[in-house]
């Protein structure tokens, strides 16, 4: 009873009203939202659902990687394969794709490699989440403004500056399955406008012993895999702005032991390892020509090398490697010059200079691919929001792409916007996107898989219907209806014991979304949501509800403060409803549910060490046993396939920070 006395008291029933904790949680409710239509506006006023995630909701909910943000957003989903992280949304999320159908931009740069078109969520991604400002997440096609892999959204991280430090802070973190994590940050405010962050951090973890009983065979240490689950990353990232200019890079050097025998290797014999190597730089200008028109301008430069060392039967060192180095500009113009008109067009060039592809056993020396190719693309955009009246919006937009690898395509994206009220919005969207095959689609081979360069881009349209509606500053509401339809869809397939990936599939979905968020006075704040859908797909092997398709997710985060505010205690629940495995691999998965805790304060050494925070973590809660869909490409040696793979049990986290 006293502890549901002290929530009750806590949220405010019958106590009186204090001020709020932190000031920004309400101005949350107004803040602007830049990457709906690449300038800033009102979520309520954009032409989409858009979703923010804040750096106060990764404190009080504890969120270590990027995917555990993603994951707790309506429509999202997230699983693991012991190597790295995959996201779904809107019920689909396909074998064989490496998050290619959600763009990944840090502060406007497109993260996606050319070589996969891989968008990194886990330990691989670029950034320490510790660095997050906030994470904006517009739902449903973005090519008529993005171009490629804007297929079911965008995500856009954006970075904090040198103003939320104004000195250093240190960081330890230690916790489960021999994590721990270290990181150091100086960022400050200079008297002549200069900004400047600098950030560094590692982290490492032994993993967990696993068991796979699809692998219970004598060969195969009945299934049991011992010391083979480590991770190591290292990250670097600065930026320093000054009078519209920024500079800005970021480095992540991340190796990620497996532990599942993927792709037919040998079971628990240790050895077998991913290397991920990223950087990135971009230097940009933001400013004005004149009262009516805004400039933006940047240009950048990225790499991504992998390097993966595989062990088959019998004893063999099977080397992948992958190089990608790209440059790139874009040039973009705001202009408010016409009446009743905001007008955003610009273009953007980007030359993937270096593509290599090598694949090769080390003794005996035997080579199953080596390509070196290179490509470019480049599009045009054009985007009017038009004051129809004072209450009806129209949001119109076009662009079109070229690709020397397929031609071009040209895709629009049209919204409707009434606001009858300042509080309300009723929203009518429709848009197509793409997302181009990428050069491990068109040109990797290797023992177990060939190559296909004839393959053409998928392609989405999407239909929806959204109703926004925000009283007070401490309450939105937010519904969805849509509908989306894939043609050529590019899946990864058998065809005589080889993968190949082939334009073979296409889909179509309906569905509903909704979500709220609430803040009471007292610092207590809501997020809430549920997605509905239902996916059909049409194909050569899949007639029906793809895998890894959940018809339902539920999603509440509450984040309330504890005796007389001194603490914070963040709780998350996750429902993910049960999903189909891949055909023939054995019975569907079961929905399940996960909870998780966090205690937080800053105030535990009050008055004497008052510039110390101190966080505690318990994920998965209940211990509850749950799993993610296995790929084609989990088989061992001996021909056995996972149907599901086991996701993390109950594990705990500890932060200390302290700034000075």
């Known amino acids: 009873m006293a502890i549901l006395w002290t929530i009750a008291n806590t949220i405010g029933f019958g106590a009186e009203l204090d001020e709020l904790i932190d000031l920004p949680l309400e101005q949350l409710m107004n803040i602007e939202v830049y990457s ?21 909701d990764i404190q009080d909910y504890g969120y270590r990687t990027l995917g555990e943000i993603l994951n707790s957003i309506r429509g999202l989903y997230t699983h693991y394969d012991y190597n790295y992280s995959y996201l779904g949304a809107r019920g689909f999320s396909p074998s064989g794709d490496y998050n290619s159908k959600i763009l990944l931009l840090i502060d406007g740069y497109r993260t996606n490699d050319p070589a996969a078109d891989q968008a990194s969520l886990g330990t691989d991604f670029l950034l320490d989440v510790d660095l997050i400002d906030r994470v904006e997440y517009v739902s449903g096609p973005g090519s008529a403004l993005y171009g490629n892999n804007a297929f079911f959204g965008v995500v856009n991280v954006i970075t904090k500056d040198g103003t939320h430090y104004q000195g250093g802070e240190l960081s330890g973190q230690y916790g489960s399955f021999g994590y721990n994590k270290e990181r150091g940050t100086y960022g400050k405010q200079f008297d002549n406008g200069a ?89 940009s200008y933001n400013g004005s020509l004149s009262e009516s028109l805004d400039l933006y301008a940047h240009a950048y430069s990225g790499s991504h090398d992998y390097d993966g060392d595989y062990i088959y039967s019998p004893p063999t060192l ?25 007008l955003v067009f610009g273009g953007e060039y980007q030359n993937n200079f270096n593509l290599e592809a090598a694949n090769f056993d080390v003794n005996p020396y035997l080579a199953y691919t080596e390509s070196d190719v290179h490509n470019y693309r480049y599009g045009f955009y054009a985007q009017d929001d038009v004051n129809i009246f004072h209450d009806l919006t129209l949001d119109a937009g076009l662009r ?166 001194a603490f914070r205690l963040g709780t998350q629940f996750l429902y993910t409803g049960g999903r189909k495995t ?14 998780d805790l966090t205690l937080r304060t800053d105030q535990l050494f009050k008055g004497q060490l008052k510039d110390f925070e101190v966080s505690a973590s318990v994920y998965n809660l209940f211990d509850q046993t749950y799993f993610g869909v296995a790929g084609e490409e989990h088989c061992d040696n001996l021909g056995a396939c996972l149907n599901g793979i086991p996701q993390l049990g109950r594990n705990f986290r500890a932060m200390l920070n302290y700034r000075f």
Do not use: C
């Open 582 to 595: 891949l055909p023939g691999r054995g019975k569907s998965l079961e929905a399940y549910p996960v909870i």
């Open 195 to 283: 900004n400047l962050l600098l950030s560094g951090s590692r982290q490492s973890a032994d993993g967990q012993n696993l068991v796979f009983p699809e692998f219970n065979a004598p060969d195969s240490n009945s299934g049991r895999v011992a010391h083979a689950d480590g991770d190591r990353a290292d990250r670097l990232f600065g930026k320093l702005s000054y009078r519209g200019f920024k500079f800005e890079g970021g480095f992540v050097n991340r190796k990620k032991e497996i532990p599942t025998a993927s792709f037919g290797q040998l079971l628990g014999v240790g050895g077998s390892f991913t290397l991920d190597q990223q950087y990135f730089i971009d230097l």
């Open 36 to 56: 709906a239509s690449k300038f800033p506006q009102k979520k309520i006023d954009a032409p989409a659902l858009v979703s923010i995630v804040t750096a106060q």
């Open 400 to 565: 079109y792409d070229y690709y020397s690898t397929f031609g071009d395509t040209v895709n629009p994206r049209v919204a409707l916007i009434y606001k009858p009220w300042d509080s309300t919005a009723f929203k009518l969207l429709y848009g197509t996107a793409f997302r181009a095959p990428n050069a491990y689609e068109l040109y990797y081979a290797s023992g177990g898989s060939r190559s296909n360069p004839d393959l053409q881009p998928e392609k989405i349209a999407t239909y929806e219907v959204v109703i926004e509606y925000q009283p007070s500053n401490r309450l939105r509401m937010a519904a969805s209806g849509f509908r989306y339809e894939i043609t050529d869809l590019i899946n990864l397939t058998t065809d005589n014991d080889q993968l190949i990936f082939r334009n073979q599939d296409k889909a179509n979905a309906w569905g509903t979304e909704a979500e709220i968020e609430y803040f009471w006075e007292n610092g207590t704040r809501l997020r809430g949501s549920y997605t509905w859908v239902d996916v059909k797909q049409q194909g050569v092997l899949i007639d029906g509800t793809p895998p890894n398709s959940p018809g339902n997710l539920v999603k509440l985060n509450l984040s309330l403060p504890l005796w007389d505010k």
């Open 318 to 342: 099977n080397k992948d490697r992958g190089r990608a180095n790209w440059a790139g500009t874009e040039l973009k113009f705001v202009s408010t010059y016409f009446d009743r008109h905001k």
